[in-house]
């Protein structure tokens, strides 16, 4: 253990910094996120969103005996010996109407036509399937025997009362949202969306809408950042393009951090931008890290201004993409509260050799055709990578790649 | 080829049709399912939405040639001699400015300082990272030699004029909408989202947010379908609950499929509400399918009325929620256009062994634990089994289950 594990992460005043392995920055980042606070919503909209409270079943559910089949509510002592050769004869009372109670009560030698969720009447003890019965006026023929509870549903079988249900930080699920319904809770109480402010600088960037001069660019990150935000629960706020100067950025960051939870800073691609807004956060508050040892992605700052953390992503948007997706996304469940992001993953073999060319932790895009796994290749800038591929593999620092036919898991994006 | 295939689904007066394999069922969900109109949108909406029109390159992007490091821009012949022990000496003639064209040229003997994405001076071949430099005044020392248009991005590289980036019926994800930014496309046309309208049928409901008294459960199906169809990109709409009249239930479907693209119902749980919902479709309509050979599920209708597809679900909210993910789910991405669906599945070994009771396909909910599924025991019909669950694995029909420790593919839900 380093110093630093107990002691939390320390500030300098210098801004060059060792890189950290990627686990180092994912702890950083979510050791310096704070939970939003709770809003009461009702659960149509709960989809995605973090419970802040843990769900527990107020009463039995269903709260009382169901039939779990289309048949007969019998007594089980009445139909041990029928079969098929030699069915047993019940007498029908009736039949079990849905949503209401029956008034009568099954007696030995009787039974009830009983729907599939019906109410199991008084007196009866387990449900004949319809399909090892025969009807004959008012008599029944029972042509199988039962065991004792067959075909119900327990009153407290589904759950409970004060089972726990979900705990707190249970990401909700549309299925989630069904569970709710079934045991009353139409409002639920959940983490606010954290709201995350964007700011892109680059003296090179026009807008998106813009025709691009020689020597411009579009300006793609807020983009990026925005729509990856806002599928991860966020609600995205940008704050324009900062183009050159050093006091506006040093104000817009300043400004978003007492409007936002977090705020995110997408650097220009050269290193003196990057250099500048980490010297900026620094001035401003502390900065963590400033490199992570992975490429794409290296050139990555984390910090904060008045307990607010502020990441400083690349300039290539395939690179921010990159780091949205291994780091970013921690910042962001962190915010909402969620111990553990889900990712999707699949193993599968590659197609082809891939190399890894540095020490660092090398992150190489794949498209998935078939049973394969390819590299997508160019330059890890390019943002056609991002078009092209459906995940990212791994090679570990110090690997020298993959081959043809290895198995590797892909990271699904 | 069944006649079928060619004529497409025969509807009939009678509503007791053989049981379809899923494969069927899904294939005629498909085919009776017209896609929705398009509109045209801020690409800062487009996450989720499929596209309707192919996206293509208007122009070379990045659209001139862009400098991959930070270093210095200089002509290859100048420097093929160079290394770390005998350096070629270059005249610096300044440095790129990002955003803009030097006007200055390269000429042999000479370089320029570039940052990374600077835009390469006329003359200038390649980019020597500074890494393999020395600068003395103006004099800058080159120790490594390059090749012709090492570490440039080409004026097309990322994407070239009239390159297809994405085809109709992609589904846009955030990376995809950075990758519509750059090309400066900034207004996407997609599909609508479709409308679905959504009733449930059931003499035993009560509202969620009500007090069921014995006998009465409360409505989940709605949440469910609610939650689920806007997760998949569609409009939801409630048409209510219909409790026991046959007019209201006929008049209530009818209306729905004249204000939406889909309707789904979900019966009760009963086998004769079920019938209800048949003979209504197709009353109204035609059905093509009652009764899915899948377990549990297999009550599902499939029909229509005036051209709008219209699916019976199965009253059991557990149920439901499959029929959901296997049929419902093609019917959503159909109606958007979306040639497939992409689900998440998973690899991993059984925990215990498992037995399919029926020679119907068997869908089985798992928890993922670890490296390993375990079956959630439980009947199909419990909310339980879904709240616990990570996903399904899927045993064939005739199969007769799996050993503990085989390999089984987790759809994850």
């Given at each position: 253990m380093s110093k630093s594990e107990n002691s939390g992460p320390n500030a300098s005043s210098e801004y060059y910094f060792d890189v950290v392995p990627i686990e180092e920055a994912v702890r950083i980042v979510r050791s310096i996120s704070h939970q939003t606070g709770t809003e009461t919503i009702p659960i149509d909209d709960g989809d995605g969103r973090t419970l802040s409270e843990p769900v527990v079943a107020l009463t039995d559910i269903p709260g009382f005996e169901r039939s779990w089949r289309d048949g007969y509510a019998v007594i089980t002592d009445d139909i041990h010996s029928a079969s098929e050769s030699s069915p047993i004869n019940l007498s029908c009372l009736g039949a079990?109407?849905?949503?209401?109670?029956?008034?009568?009560t099954v007696t030995p030698g009787t039974c009830m036509y009983i729907p599939t969720g019906g109410q199991i009447p008084a007196g009866a003890d387990a449900v004949v399937m319809v399909e090892y019965t025969e009807r004959l006026g008012n008599t029944i023929l029972i042509k199988k025997p039962t065991i004792v509870g067959e075909n119900i549903i327990r009153r407290d079988e589904d759950f409970k009362a004060s089972d726990l249900i979900y705990p707190v930080g249970w990401i909700l699920r549309p299925q989630d949202i069904g569970v709710l319904a079934s045991i009353g809770k139409t409002q639920i109480t959940v983490r606010k969306k954290p709201v995350i402010g964007i700011i892109s600088t680059g003296v090179e960037l026009v807008p998106a809408e813009a025709i691009p001069r020689p020597g411009e660019v579009?300006?793609?990150?807020?983009?990026?950042?925005?729509?990856?935000?806002?599928?991860?629960?966020?609600?995205?706020?940008?704050?324009?393009?900062?183009?050159?100067?050093?006091?506006?950025?040093?104000?817009?960051?300043?400004?978003?951090?007492?409007?936002?939870?977090?705020?995110?800073?997408?650097?220009?691609?050269?290193?003196?931008r990057n250099d500048i807004t980490a010297k900026t956060i620094g001035e401003l508050g502390e900065v963590f890290v400033h490199g992570i040892s992975i490429a794409p992605g290296k050139p990555t700052i984390i910090g904060k201004i008045q307990d607010v953390p502020v990441i400083g992503l690349p300039g290539h948007p395939a690179s921010t993409f990159m780091v949205l997706s291994l780091v970013v996304i921690h910042l962001l469940q962190?915010?909402?509260?969620?111990?553990?992001q889900k990712t999707y993953k699949q193993k599968i073999r590659m197609a082809t050799s891939v190399q890894s060319e540095q020490g660092r932790e090398h992150y190489l895009r794949v498209r998935i055709e078939g049973d394969y796994a390819t590299p997508v290749l160019g330059k890890s800038g390019l943002m056609n990578t991002l078009a092209w591929s459906d995940g990212i593999i791994r090679i570990p620092a110090g690997d020298e790649g993959y081959e043809a036919g290895d198995e590797v898991e892909v990271m699904l994006w």
């Open positions: 079990v109407r849905m949503g209401t109670p029956s008034d009568l579009r300006e793609v990150n807020s983009y990026l950042i925005t729509v990856f935000s806002r599928r991860q629960g966020a609600i995205p706020v940008r704050y324009g393009i900062i183009r050159d100067n050093p006091d506006e950025l040093r104000e817009t960051i300043s400004r978003a951090t007492r409007e936002c939870d977090a705020v995110v800073v997408s650097g220009g691609s050269s290193k003196d962190a915010l909402k509260g969620s111990p553990c």
